[in-house]
């Protein structure tokens, strides 16, 4: 400063012919002492002093140049704000000093912590640095920078706040333990400082103890320079920090002007107290004289004032690191341009009033702050200095890194530049490549609280966490999300399906029925069988057209063309005869205390808009004995009155249109009266005397009765018993201010009013208001009343009264207003926030099938279990529904009835064979064989049944068993027969006799039971081996639970049907060889039509069972059991019972044999 000063004094192009001077205080680190330093300075109260013939008198004070703590600027700034005193300070960083209204006369050269806060912000972007910890100095340094940090976190929606926490300013080694546990305890691998030396010095210690490594620091500027961490036991800790600096600036001269500096030279010198001596003494370790006693006894030297400055080695002299330096010289330099522009005003062209202009001897501060405001030069080292409309400098900080070198030494190094000029803005500048990375890797750390979420999934916030900390839930199918971090999965379009890793969609695959599955085929061929039908009958229907057709359901008007249709005629209309046949009212205003009774407010024009409102007043109370003692006063009753300043006598002037003695001139010649002093004071109409509405006055009333008990239990302090040091008491002879207030933090009494007083730990007391409303009267008059209170109290906590049946509302409803952002989001569906809008305004979006919710204002819909599905609602889970092929619906019913009815006509066929047991036509086909044919069918018929119904392990174990026996069982004895028919054949020619003996009964029986056995074996190695079980099966559907039977193993399934086929083929071949055989024993026929039968349904079996989801794979297996039943009961016994019982007289021997004969 001394040095700025002294360039300024030579500069003949600044304030020419005008000197500088200056005065320094040292503020001790004490705010009392700082705040004493300041009001001295500007007070003038310092002595006075000569500086030459020119200068007499107290030295004119233009500014200040400080302080360096944010709360000594704090507390002096806002003083000499009520003055305009202008203060530059150098080091206050503080954001809260840029609020003009309560600072207006506070400049700075350093960067508001709201820069700062932003410029770490841009670190934390930088190197993607989502979670941190941040701790802070118990002062507004600290305070105030974490509320700016945490506000422009949330405003920038980059990050979050893993803890925060208060370092004391004490060492408190229990709250540092805690603390360090909990950054221990934390995830967070970023850590934020904003604190000073002594807290980060007992900080570390515990850091140290603890041993906590991994941690990458950013500190603040009050931190980043501190030599004092810089230390090789804190290296393993704090090495590789980042740091936000002052700007280092360059002060040409200013070495030179230090090595000339002497004790001897200082004009105001006095060895008293001098800050040159005090550093002479340090630096070169010697006293001036007169020395301490015993000094020179024990070796000490005497300080000749000639001692040289270059020859020791001091931090004094370094200039390569000038920090807080260069933002003093700046200060100076601004205050001499402000000066100087203000030098340069022209008469009558001034910026004040009249055109005026400022002058050195009738100066005023606030002008020299008008100056101040828009002063604009530019520094030796290149730097631009102005102020901002809130006093703040065009903000620039250097970006530092704690570097540990090979040999154990520390150097803070420059890596980057954080700036905001008019044209760019805000930017950083970092030169990662030099950044020293204090882990193995030598890479920046990840600090994220969780992972970003790939495409393919969605965030989901984790219940009563920071935003910061979410899980990715997988996207649901038919839903996508191709962006990282996504907050929802979107829906794919109508004709497409979500990928496996649902990171984009996909076409649906295509499924139809195919003309090359086997499905297909079949059904093609039946489709070209009946078109050649249709060919067939059209050509029928064309020879014989003129035979008319008439309709009953076919509407379409193209059939009203006669020329092309000429025979249609139809009873139902044609579908042609369809085709004919801004005043802004509404809003409810809550008030705070500060105008609930603003009484300028409560008038007609405004009741439309302001009536109804709600308020919050301070309590009211009642004094009694108030009025009386009001009334008492007079101006002659004041012990300490006199009439050039009282309260009393201005009052009384007032209400009583008076003046006292001596009048002011011409008072009298206008008419006006003299006060006597003796005035009625009830007589008059004065709110002085209003007791209805005693509110700030109740808060006096108690508050001197508070300071009245304290006292009262102060004095009651029995000695040896008192609560201070030794038991002792404090006494009114001497009383110090905090044995006061130790008692008046114990209080506790009640109002006459009834109101209990007491005060919390925080010297609150305990919190009571009314609730006021705005009623807006008929005759256009507005009252103020209470509807209610609100209070905290020790037992019941906060809690609020109304009377809600009291309070007028100005709506058309004469009801409260709905006032919400978004409706709450009802059960079945979940809060999806809006991007970049408050948390209260979101869109309710319905959850998905197969999840719920049952709450409002649900965050997250829940998967319903396995077994479950959503309700229409999605506000609960329903059990799915199974299915299965069911004796209860409509197609369990037609299967059941057609197995019954093959059973009932199976069973009459029987009968009607046994009853004709002895007729030619029943024993010329081996009456035996047909009646176990009869059998077997009626078994083939029932085991039907066990595919219908729930399914069990019992009906899954015997349906395909009983199945596959029974179908054998038939076709053995169709095989049988037909090869007895080709041995009777045989046995008919010559020397064919011999072969009869190998078909005889016992042999016929036999071979059924070989085969059926063979299938019994197949069988019983599949249900030990692999056994039929019921299943669940949920792949089919989403909402249902399909009950089938898994077939346990495919090759046991495989080789059922294989041998049914081959025994069934086998039978096929043998009966197509014998069709040309007589009619007096052939059977061959109806046994070749009934196996095409049954092997034309089990080929299209095959195909559509395998194509047939769930219950209809049972229904088709059903379906192919019953036709190929019926198709050999009709085939091979239709015939049969044709004869025995509509032709019996074909039913003889001789009919029988005649036919075989007149053949041949």
């Known amino acids: 400063m001394a040095f700025a000063i002294d360039e300024i004094n030579r500069n003949s192009n600044l304030l020419p012919n005008v000197t500088l001077g200056y005065s320094f205080y040292d503020n001790c680190a004490t705010l009392g002492v700082a705040f004493r330093a300041a009001l001295s300075l500007v007070g003038g109260q310092e002595g006075q002093f000569v500086l030459d013939n020119t200068c007499l008198g107290s030295p004119p004070v233009l500014a200040i140049v400080g302080d360096s703590s944010s709360t ?65 100095s118990d002062d507004d340094y600290g305070l105030h920078a974490a509320r700016s940090f945490q506000s422009d976190l949330a405003q920038s929606g980059g990050g979050c706040l893993a803890y925060l926490e208060v370092l004391p300013w004490s060492n408190d080694p229990a709250e540092l333990r805690r603390i360090v546990n909990v950054m221990k305890k934390s995830t967070a691998r970023v850590v934020i400082a904003f604190a000073h030396e002594s807290h980060m010095v007992d900080l570390m210690e515990e850091v140290v103890k603890q041993n906590v490594t991994g941690l990458q620091w950013i500190a603040s500027e009050a931190w980043t320079a501190a030599t004092v961490l810089q230390t090789p036991n804190l290296m393993p800790y704090l090495g590789g920090t980042l740091g936000i600096a002052i700007r280092r600036g360059e002060i040409p001269g200013l070495r030179d002007f230090l090595l000339g500096i002497r004790p001897d030279s200082d004009l105001n010198n006095n060895y008293e107290n001098s800050i040159v001596r005090q550093f002479w003494e340090y630096t070169f370790q010697c006293q001036f004289s007169p020395p301490p006693a015993g000094w020179l006894d024990t070796g000490g030297a005497l300080c000749t004032g000639q001692e040289d400055l270059e020859s020791v080695v001091t931090t004094f002299l370094d200039m390569s690191d000038l920090r807080p330096e260069y933002n003093v ?80 030494s520390t150097t803070v190094q420059t890596v980057g530049v954080v700036k905001k000029s008019a044209s760019t803005g805000e930017e950083l500048t970092l030169d990662e490549d030099r950044i020293f990375w204090n882990f193995e890797s030598k890479k920046p750390p990840r600090s994220v609280c969780s992972e970003s979420c790939p495409p393919g999934t969605r965030i989901a916030r984790r219940k009563g966490e920071p935003v910061c900390c979410f899980d990715c839930i997988p996207c649901s199918d038919g839903k996508f999300s191709n962006e990282t971090d996504s907050m929802e999965c979107i829906s794919c379009p109508e004709d497409f ?28 061929t039946a489709s070209l069988l009946g078109t050649l039908i249709c060919t067939i009958v059209l050509g029928v229907f064309i020879y014989h057209r003129s035979t008319p057709m008439v309709s009953y359901y076919a509407t379409c008007s193209c059939l009203s063309n006669r020329k092309r249709f000429p025979s249609f005629f139809r009873t139902i209309p044609s579908d042609a005869f369809q085709v004919v046949k801004q005043n802004v009212t509404g ?65 009384w002037e007032y209400t009583f249109q008076c003046r006292f003695s001596p009048p002011p001139a011409g008072w009298l010649d206008t008419g006006g009266a003299l006060c006597t002093g003796q ?219 057609a197995s019954l009815l093959g059973t009932l006509i199976c069973t009459i066929v029987l009968g009607v064979f046994i009853y004709h047991r002895s007729t030619p036509m029943v024993r010329a086909n081996n009456s035996e064989l047909s009646f176990l044919l009869l059998l077997s069918l009626k078994l083939c018929f029932l085991c039907s049944l066990l595919f219908i119904g729930r399914p069990r392990l019992w009906t899954c174990q015997l349906r395909h068993a009983a199945f596959g026996i029974s179908f054998v069982l038939c076709v053995s004895c169709i095989l049988v027969k037909t090869m007895v028919v080709l041995a009777v054949f045989k046995a008919s020619k010559p020397g064919g006799g011999a072969s009869l ?144 019982l509509l032709r019996p007289e074909r039913n003889t021997k001789k009919a029988i044999m005649g036919r075989g004969t007149s053949k041949t």
Request: hydrophobic share 40%.
């Open 72 to 136: 000594n600027s704090i507390a002096i700034s806002s003083v000499l704000g009520l003055y305009k005193v202008p203060m530059v300070s150098y080091f206050a960083t503080c954001s809260c000093l840029s609020d003009r209204q309560q600072f207006p006369s506070f400049f700075r050269t350093i960067p508001s912590d709201a820069f700062q806060v932003r410029a770490m912000l841009q670190i934390l972007k930088r190197f993607g640095w989502t979670w941190v910890g941040l701790l802070i």
């Open 329 to 408: 010289y700046k200060a100076v330099y601004a205050l001499a341009y402000a000066l100087d522009d203000m030098l340069q005003c022209v008469p009558g062209r001034g910026p004040f009033r009249g055109h005026s202009c400022a002058s050195l001897q009738k100066l005023q501060p606030w002008q020299l702050v008008f100056y101040l405001e828009r002063i604009n030069f530019t520094t030796a080292f290149g730097d631009q200095v102005s102020f901002d409309e809130n006093g703040d400098a065009l903000p620039i900080y250097d970006v530092m890194n704690w570097r540990w070198l090979t040999d154990g």
């Open 497 to 524: 399906w979500s990928s496996p890793q649902h990171d984009h969609c996909i076409p649906k695959r295509i499924e139809f029925l195919s003309y090359h599955e086997p499905l297909g085929i079949c059904l093609t």
């Open 587 to 651: 809003l409810q205003w809550i008030a705070s205390e500060a105008w609930t009774a603003a009484t300028v407010l409560q008038t007609p024009n405004l009741m439309p808009y302001l009536g109804g409102t709600l308020g919050i007043a301070i309590r009211r109370g009642e004094i009694p004995g108030l009025r009386d003692f009001l009334l008492r006063i007079h101006p002659d009753s004041d012990l300490y009155n006199n009439y050039n300043n009282n309260i009393v006598r201005q009052f």
């Open 679 to 897: 005035e009625d004071l009830e007589n008059v109409a004065t709110t002085f005397l209003d007791m209805s509405d005693l509110r700030p006055e109740y808060n006096v009333y108690k508050a001197v009765y508070a300071l009245a008990y304290a006292l009262d239990d102060m004095l009651q302090c029995v000695p040896g018993r008192g609560p201070f040091s030794g038991h002792s008491c404090a006494s009114l002879q001497k009383l110090q201010p905090w044995q006061l207030l130790y008692y008046l933090e114990r209080i506790n009494f009640t109002t006459a009013f009834g109101d209990q007083v007491s005060f919390d730990e925080n010297g609150d007391a305990l919190p009571i208001y009314d609730v006021m409303n705005w009623r807006w009267l008929p005759d256009g008059s507005t009252t103020v009343h209470n509807v209610g209170v609100v209070k905290k109290s020790a037992s019941t906590g906060e809690e609020l009264t109304l009377d809600e049946d009291r309070i007028f509302w100005n709506f058309e409803s004469k009801q409260p207003p709905r006032s919400v952002c978004s409706e709450s989001c009802p059960p079945g569906t979940r809060i999806a926030r809006r991007k970049g809008e408050p948390v209260c305004c979101f869109d309710c979006i319905p959850c998905s099938d197969g999840k719920f919710s049952n709450e409002t204002d649900s965050m997250e819909c829940i998967s319903c279990p396995e077994d479950f599905w959503s309700s229409p609602q999605h506000d609960h889970c329903i059990p799915k529904t199974i299915e299965f092929l069911s004796y209860h619906e409509p197609l369990g019913i037609c299967l059941t009835t």
């Open 997 to 1140: 003996k190998w078909f005889g009964a016992v042999q016929q029986r036999g071979t059924v039971l070989v085969l059926t056995s063979i299938q019994a074996a197949i069988c019983t190695t599949w249900l030990v081996s692999s056994s039929p079980a019921p299943h669940k099966n949920t792949q089919y559907h989403s909402d249902k639970i399909v009950y089938e039977c898994v077939i346990g193993s495919t090759v046991g399934f495989a080789v059922l049907l294989g041998y049914i086929g081959f025994l069934a083929i086998l039978s096929f071949l043998l009966a197509f060889l014998a069709r040309n055989l007589p009619d007096n024993f052939n059977e061959a026929k109806l046994i070749t039509f009934s196996m095409l039968i049954f092997c034309a349904v089990w080929v299209a079996f095959i195909p559509a069972y395998i194509n047939s989801p769930g219950k209809y794979a049972d229904a088709v297996e059903v379906f192919a059991i019953l036709a190929s039943s019926l198709g050999l009961l009709v085939a091979l016994f239709g015939p049969k019972c044709f004869i025995i």
